[in-house]
């Protein structure tokens, strides 16, 4: 009887511990993709810097992302090829030029920086699987976002790409 009190108890604590560690964690659908992330994680960490990142940013008149339909209607079975490429426009572009002068800012973005990596590894287990297909018009929609991109100098395009953080955010949470 002593055994199966400390199985309980020990399963108990072990179910706690699971739910306190993915408290946060939200299951996102990009298409056949089911991805677990912590937005609540990465939205703290860029509220926290949005303000000094965003008054970083010299070209106030062009979007990266916003630009007129980039991420918005995107169909269901394209929202994975879009998800796994800016993941990895983020890792691979962005968050390598986002560099300050405050330990603090440059923090919190390493932060966000390893969830996105994350989120890449992940998004590219869909995309090896062949859950995560790229079709015209999310292929067509990544390019017009790299074109906004590279249409700014490396520095200026990751600082405005990490200020409109926020807009990929409520994207993928809309994706739920």
Known sequence: MKGSHLFLCLFSVS?????M????NKIFHFGACRVSMSVTEIRSGFTAI???IQARDPVRTLSILSYPHSLHKVQSSGRCCIAHNLFNFYVDKV?????TED???????????????????????????NKCMCGQESTEKFKQILANYEGLNVTSAAIKSLGELDILLDWMEKSR
């Open 103 to 129: 330990s603090y800012i440059n923090r919190k973005i390493s932060s966000i920086a390893n969830s996105f990596l994350s989120m890449k590894r992940k998004l590219g287990q869909c995309h090896e699987e």
């Open 15 to 19: 179910c706690w511990v699971n739910s």
């Open 21 to 24: 560690l993915t408290a946060g």
């Open 50 to 52: 949005k303000a000094n």
């Open 95 to 99: 968050f390598k030029h986002c560099k």
